[in-house]
């Protein structure tokens, strides 16, 4: 399945978007809810950026679920602040698929967080199973 296409090429990536007003809280700060869904925006894109995309995987019985997610506040950013979020792949292995994330103000180059998120695969079942090797980086 997708052997066609073999192991991701692309490792990392950027994606620029601005705070909207329903993502921050009564402080104008981003909520903290908000960053997991930043992280997912990311990952999307890597994935894309390699030629894949999760409704084609899930379609094909591929779910990656997150197992695993830390995120490290390190300063506020507030409704229509700018940002990038850099998306990397970090540890991968038979049971898991590692992303790790920074996210930086544009105007000031301000870090903003710091993220990690691990992914397991699980069969339509629940169970978990291997990761797909064409999820695996190029060599």
């Known amino acids: 399945m ?18 909207r007003y329903d993502e921050v809280d009564r402080q104008d700060a981003v909520h903290n809810s908000r960053y997991a869904m930043y992280f997912e925006m990311g990952r999307t894109e890597l994935l894309r950026q390699n030629g894949y995309d999760y409704k084609t995987l899930e379609d094909k019985g591929i779910k990656l679920v997150v197992a695993r997610l830390e995120v490290k506040f390190l300063a506020p ?63």
């Open 2 to 19: 997708f052997s066609d296409k073999g192991r991701c090429k692309v490792s990392s990536c950027e994606i620029r978007f601005r705070v």
């Open 77 to 139: 950013a507030g409704y229509d602040d700018e940002l990038v979020l850099t998306t990397r792949v970090g540890k991968v292995n038979r049971a898991k698929l590692e992303h790790v994330y920074e996210l930086r103000r544009v105007a000031d180059n301000r870090l903003i967080a710091q993220g990690l998120t691990v992914l397991a695969h699980v069969r339509a079942d629940g169970k978990l199973t291997e990761i797909p090797k064409f999820l695996f980086p190029a060599e």
